[in-house]
């Protein structure tokens, strides 16, 4: 075991911000909650502006590289050709636009649209309203959410196979702030700290979805107990992969996530409304399109209310702090692309298949409230954890879906934890492609521990808070990210021409 991993300064100031705060949890949750919910209003009252200005720039500065000369620029060597073939990759980006969060919100945000909707001049459960809460689960889930994942991608890609660099936060940025070991450690802390609280809200989540499950299938009761049951579950077993390296074990899992969701998708594809699915998803994106901006900037500073901060700036804060996550997971898989293929390709494809996700299984319930006169949408409302199950009651073979929904969700946690274990580890120690099992194990100790805190101390609340008040000051570490790699492609050699643009690695080999 490498002890110099350990006593990394990073490592031991983000482990122990993460230990308070689950200590602070375990001991007092009710205060905790509350001291948590002030922070919440206060981040979302006062920055509320500042999470919306920023996502948007973020999407209009990707489009702009991608677009332009710096486009044709490699992430890697300018020989280099793609590590994986278009469709390998395009399954990778399959698996890393799909998740728990998306199964969790797939029925839950279009129905809970459509219960309360988006504009208070709108009245709920009608057409009109079905309509708008599809365009609006379409913009919180397309381009906006995975720019940020992108741009973090796009300059960990940069200085590791471009540049030959550690993909670490403070090694993005360090052009513009200080190659000073305070300053850098301070960054990665924050960095750490962040991603930690965006993988805890996505563990949450999918343990509440699974506790709403195990309550429709086997009527087992919603509670915090069994909700840390399930938590514990979860930790011996990513912990078991995470510290055995089953990577042929993890492999299966992932292969296994992708089979579960095309057999979910197309099942109630063609047992739902197959034609209003079609109908919707299309007029869906044209809604999307259409409404971009005034989405992307909207606040209601004369009207009041708090759907926007509920709904849109809790997605942003979130995925901020998932950002460095997925950020190394799709740049990893992304060497040798172009810039304008990794821009494009990231900010179409997980999308894409998001809203299509949407599309069947929300449409779906929203097709039968309005048609067959079911209550789903009610059933949300008072509790949005069984979202995807009530949707399940009106469909064949029920319990079978319900089944291999839970199944799912548990599969998609364990994965994203094993990785997630890995990326943290990396990220305290150096950027160490090979961190000890010991910062693994301790990594996801705490990660399950801070998820199980912020379900005592208010379930759905609390995980929305945590993402929200850690994402704020690693927003700003984003903007100098882009202000960084802005100054580097500056500095690039631009190809004129790329004569080998359109051939493989197996053409080369013939050659």
């Known amino acids: 075991m490498n002890l110099s991993q350990i006593k990394n300064p990073v490592f031991i100031v983000s482990a122990i911000a993460i230990l308070v705060l689950v200590i602070l949890g375990a001991i007092v949750p009710g205060k905790f909650g509350e001291v948590a919910e002030t922070l919440f209003l206060s981040t979302t009252t006062n920055f509320g502006w500042f999470y919306l200005i920023s996502v948007f720039l973020f999407s209009i500065f990707l489009i702009i590289v991608a677009i332009s000369k710096y486009g044709k620029i490699r992430l890697g060597p300018q020989d ?57 689960a379409f913009f919180h889930w397309g381009i906006s959410q995975w720019s940020v994942f992108t741009l973090v991608g796009l300059m960990i890609g940069f200085l590791q196979f471009r540049k030959g660099k550690d993909g670490l936060v403070s090694t993005a940025v360090e052009s513009v702030t200080s190659k000073r070991k305070g300053v850098k450690n301070t960054i990665d802390s924050l960095a750490v700290i962040a991603t930690v609280m965006g993988i805890a809200t996505s563990l949450g989540l999918g343990v509440l979805q699974m506790n709403g499950g195990l309550k429709a299938v086997f009527d087992l009761p919603n509670s915090v107990g069994i909700q840390v049951l399930i938590m514990g579950i979860l930790l011996v077993l990513y912990l078991l992969s995470s510290s055995t390296g089953l990577n042929r074990g993890i492999k299966w899992l992932s292969n296994l996530n992708l089979g579960l969701c095309l057999v979910l998708l ?16 299309t007029l869906g994106l044209g809604d999307y399109l259409n409404h971009f901006v005034e989405y992307s900037l909207r606040l209601t500073p004369y009207k009041g209310g708090t759907w926007v901060r509920d709904w849109t700036i809790f997605y942003w804060a979130w995925a901020i702090a998932w950002s460095p996550f997925v950020g190394a997971f799709v740049a990893r898989v992304s060497k040798g692309r172009t810039i304008r293929e990794f821009i494009l390709g990231v900010l179409v494809i997980p999308p894409l298949i998001a809203c299509l996700w949407i599309a069947v299984f929300g449409g779906t319930a929203l097709y039968s409230d309005l048609n067959n006169g079911t209550a789903i949408a009610e059933a949300v409302n008072n509790d949005v954890t069984v979202a995807l199950f009530e949707t399940y009651a009106h469909l064949p073979f029920t319990e079978v879906l319900s089944i291999l929904s839970i199944l799912l969700i548990f599969t998609f946690l364990v994965t994203s934890a094993d990785s997630a274990t890995y990326i943290l580890a990396s990220m305290t120690t150096g950027g160490s492609l090979n961190p000890s099992t010991l910062v693994k194990i301790i990594w996801g100790v705490l990660m399950a521990a801070i998820a199980a805190v912020l379900l005592m101390a208010g379930g759905l609340n609390a995980l929305q808070t945590a993402s929200l008040i850690s994402a704020l000051p690693f927003t700003i570490i984003l903007f100098i990210i882009m202000y960084a790699f802005f100054k580097m492609i500056r500095k690039e050699p631009v190809p004129v021409r790329d004569p080998n643009r359109f051939k493989s690695k197996k053409q080369e080999k013939k050659e």
């Open 80 to 136: 280099s050709r793609p590590d994986y073939p278009f469709f390998t990759w395009v399954g990778m980006l399959f698996s890393a636009g799909f998740g728990a969060g998306l199964v969790f919100w797939g029925v839950a945000e279009p129905m809970s649209h459509f219960f309360t909707p988006p504009f208070q001049s709108m009245e709920p459960l009608t057409e009109d309203t079905a309509r708008v809460a599809t365009g609006y």
């Open 266 to 281: 197309v099942f109630v594809f063609f047992a739902g409304p197959t034609v209003f699915i079609l109908n919707s998803f």
